[in-house]
T-cell receptor, first 117, second 116 residues
Framework: GAVVSQHPSWVICKSGTSVKIECRSL??????MFWYRQFPKQSLMLMAT?????????EQGVEKDKFLINHASLTLSTLTVTSAHPEDSSFYIC?????????????FGPGTRLLVL | AQKITQTQPGMFVQEKEAVTLDCTYD???????LFWYKQPSSGEMIFLIY??????QNATEGRYSLNFQKARKSANLVISASQLGDSAMYFC?????????????FGTGTQLKVEL
């Protein structure tokens, strides 16, 4: 099946630093990728839709200047958490849509655990 | 209003038994897709099964089947012959519109525990 990778798998950083998370589609091209955030014991919340070659579409309440998204190629989207603070500590997951004949699915990366001290 | 509702925060099932995880949805869009994902403690989201709103038959994938009742707007996941490895969080999700951003809206999840 389609594979989506993320790097790094976990990161610990000091408050005020920026962290970049990469999301790659390994065996397919993804014109659209999605970034989600998940706090402990909670569901996934969509942060933004990343479109190859154009600006990302952010969900209401998500600061676009804080969560910078770049989708420079059909296989790579990056999320940069700028000036991270402890409240940004979370599990960040990317996904990409894949058509499966008459059906479809979205495959998810393994996630990145961010801890801001 | 919640678009995806999972009313069971936690479920227990004995090994080898079948279990049904409930999911109801709310949409006025005639075209939508329903998904189930499994999230073990490692955090990865594992795709299980998909049902399109126009699909005539209930989706099945191995031990997983989706009980799609369109009029009731429910899409329950049935896991047959439960295994210890099925213990995980299960999320129901919906994609509205034909293409419409393709973004998924998730339910709050059901924590399934399979016991010996």
């Amino acid at each position: 099946g389609a594979v989506v990778s993320q790097h790094p798998s976990w990161v610990i950083c000091k408050s005020g630093t920026s962290v970049k998370i990469e999301c790659r589609s390994l065996d397919f091209q993804a014109t659209t990728m999605f970034w989600y955030r998940q706090f402990p014991k909670q569901s996934l919340m969509l942060m933004a839709t990343s479109n190859e070659g154009s600006k990302a579409t952010y969900e209401q309440g998500v600061e676009k200047d804080k969560f910078l998204i770049n989708h420079a190629s059909l296989t790579l989207s990056t999320l940069t958490v700028t000036s991270a603070h402890p409240e940004d500590s979370s599990f960040y997951i990317c996904s990409a849509r894949v058509s499966l004949g008459a059906g479809e699915t979205q495959y998810f990366g393994p996630g990145t655990r961010l801890l801001v001290l | 209003a919640q678009k995806i509702t999972q009313t069971q925060p936690g479920m227990f099932v004995q090994e080898k038994e079948a279990v049904t995880l409930d999911c109801t949805y709310d949409t006025s869009d005639p075209s939508y897709g329903l998904f189930w994902y499994k999230q073990p403690s490692s955090g990865e989201m594992i795709f299980l099964i998909y049902q399109g709103s126009y699909d005539q038959q209930n989706a099945t994938e191995g031990r997983y089947s989706l009980n799609f009742q369109k009029a009731r707007k429910s899409a329950n996941l049935v896991i047959s012959a439960s295994q210890l490895g099925d213990s995980a969080m299960y999320f129901c999700a919906m994609r509205e519109g034909r293409g419409g951003g393709n973004k998924l809206t998730f339910g709050t999840g059901t924590q399934l525990k399979v016991e010996l």
